[in-house]
Nanobody, 121 residues
Framework: VQLQASGGGLVQGGGSLRLSCSAV????????IGWFRQAPGKEREAVAC??????VTSYEDSLKGRFSISRDMYTVYLQMDNLEPEDTAVYYC?????????????????WGQGTQVTVSS
């Protein structure tokens, strides 16, 4: 049972990336999913979350308007636009315990391995 995050890479400031999160060993659309990130030397922070139906989403206030979370039956996506060097981090997806979804890391019980996003200036 695991989550797999992918889609990270190196991008110039102002560019875009789309991250994907897929499930192995369980049914993804039974769960709310959150995205979190951790930059070097900093604490992990919430990015966004989406309910199992996709009808409820929530974003870290500072990222609204640039990041968008969505899902289909098998994958949860994080579209990141107008990226800034400050967005450089390892991005993790996680499986939620508390419906519909929260931006609190302790409400998640299964974490993917992370995907590196690097934004150059």
């Amino acid at each position: 049972v695991q989550l797999q995050a992918s889609g990270g890479g190196l991008v110039q400031g102002g560019g875009s990336l789309r991250l994907s999160c897929s499930a192995v060993g369980f049914t993804l659309n039974y769960y709310g999913i959150g995205w979190f990130r951790q930059a070097p030397g900093k604490e992990r922070e919430a990015v966004a979350c989406i309910s199992k139906t996709g009808k409820v989403t929530s974003y870290e206030d500072s990222l609204k308007g640039r990041f968008s979370i969505s899902r289909d039956m098998y994958t949860v996506y994080l579209q990141m636009d107008n990226l800034e060097p400050e967005d450089t981090a390892v991005y993790y997806c996680a499986r939620g315990l508390m419906p519909p979804c929260t931006l609190t890391a302790r409400d998640y019980n299964l974490w993917g391995q992370g995907t590196q996003v690097t934004v150059s200036s």
